[in-house]
């Protein structure tokens, strides 16, 4: 209902600021009746399908969710004179913050990264349930938007297109795409790896004057993703310790009034905290780009550190250990079971196997494949 009265399409939409029974609630237009609302939210029930492979889940909760979202992208979008779609606002939050330049004729960054992870998403998710002509619409459809704008000097990331981040602020909207969406990841290749250290080191050349907290553990998560332990954690123990009361409520502004940001003011705002947790989980384990990596991003001075029962993509639980910088053991139970691929965590270094008879376990060059039947546990350890 929403959606039809407030953009006048088909699908779905929901308000960014609601009340608990979805009322619309308003606040800043950008995020409180942004067009991409429902299609961040459909992030986290691939997310919850992937991790957990519950294909009722995905049968009955989050095909039909993207499906709904992407009609209605596919209903609000129109034409620019080149073909390609846009939307007919855009906006990145909280950029310009409620004014009106915060309005682009152009799909910024932001906008256009949730719209390409939707499609690619629902064709993903058609193609799995054997939908094969709605998998062959939705990828038609992401053939039909534009790619990321980015910057021809040194391929960063832009607001918009030939709209560079001016200056320092505390939202990296215009980075969705590295993280959480992982769209633009190092696994793609060097042109990738290029675009993320660009963006992140604008972020560093702009300085934090206008951060928040949420600013740090953000950046805890990209730097995460961009394999750069030192960095993230600094960003992480930055936010703890002077983003955070002793409580560990997160109250954005610098308490310790080092330089980390001019705001020392306290509002309290449960997405840093979160965003701290995840960082440090990106840091010990990370899976979205289908393989497997276990501590792809700790900082030289974490030499013994170990997790436990942390949860992969596929509905793998992975445990690890390291011990004076090197890995010491990597255990993966397949809970719905499938194909497990695992970035060697040895370095090349002879190991052993157990749990998995050793022929079902192929070595090709640092990747290691095996076929896991459910409940298996496969066991690997440094000789």
Partial sequence: ????????????????????????MGGWIQYSLGPTVSAWLAHHFDLHWRFSRDRGFLETRAYPYLKAVAVFLDGLSERRPDGKRKLPLSSSPEIHDNRLEAWFTETTNYDLALVRWLYGAAADMAGELGLEEEARRWRRTLEEWPELALAPDDGRLLVAPDRPLEASHRHFSHLMAIHPLGLVDRSGGEEDRRTIRASLDELERLGPDWWCGYSYSWLGNLAARAGDGEKAARALRIFAECFCLPNSFHVNGDQCRQGHSKLTYRPFTLEGNFAFAAAVQEMLLQSHSGIVRVFPAVPGNWGDVSFHSLRAQGAFLVSAKRRAGFVDRVQVVAEKGGQLRLEDPFGGAAFRISGVERDRVRVEGRLLEADLKPGERLSLRAR
């Fill in 1 to 24: 209902a929403y959606t039809k009265l407030y953009f006048g399409t088909e699908g779905l939409n929901v308000p960014g600021v609601a009340a608990l029974d979805g009322a619309p």
